[in-house]
């Protein structure tokens, strides 16, 4: 099993940026893949960002491309989510997700973490 644990949400305003950590435990030798995913309520969870640890791939949401930055650091067994040019729709509870590659759906992933809140104010 792998256990997940996001850090670094908070309340900022918008234009500001976070640095959100997913650090994981576990049987992680199985892990090919992490993907951030973001929820309101009353909406599905929506794919934020991935980062395949073998050769590096990154792929981003179109919403987020350009403003967002995901990253990995395999000794530490961990992955950053560096938000930055934040907008009110940002906001929500975001979670890490472990696959074995990278994909938008979140029915995909098998392993979640209990996600950190992100509040953005206008």
């Known amino acids: 099993q792998v256990h997940l644990r996001e850090s670094g949400g908070g309340l900022v305003q918008a234009g500001g940026s976070l640095r959100l950590s997913c650090a994981a435990s576990g049987r992680t030798f199985s892990t090919r893949a992490v993907a951030w995913f973001r929820q309101t309520p009353g909406k599905q969870r929506e794919f934020v960002a991935g980062?395949?640890?073998?050769?590096?791939?990154?792929y981003y949401a179109d919403s987020v491309k350009g403003r967002f930055t995901i990253s990995g650091d395999s000794a530490k067994k961990t992955v950053y989510l560096q938000t930055n040019s934040l907008k009110p729709e940002d906001t929500g509870v975001y979670s890490c997700a472990t696959g074995r590659s990278v994909y938008s759906g979140w029915l995909e992933y098998d392993y979640w973490g209990q996600g950190t809140q992100v509040t953005v104010s206008s």
């Open positions: 980062i395949e640890w073998s050769g590096g791939g990154t």
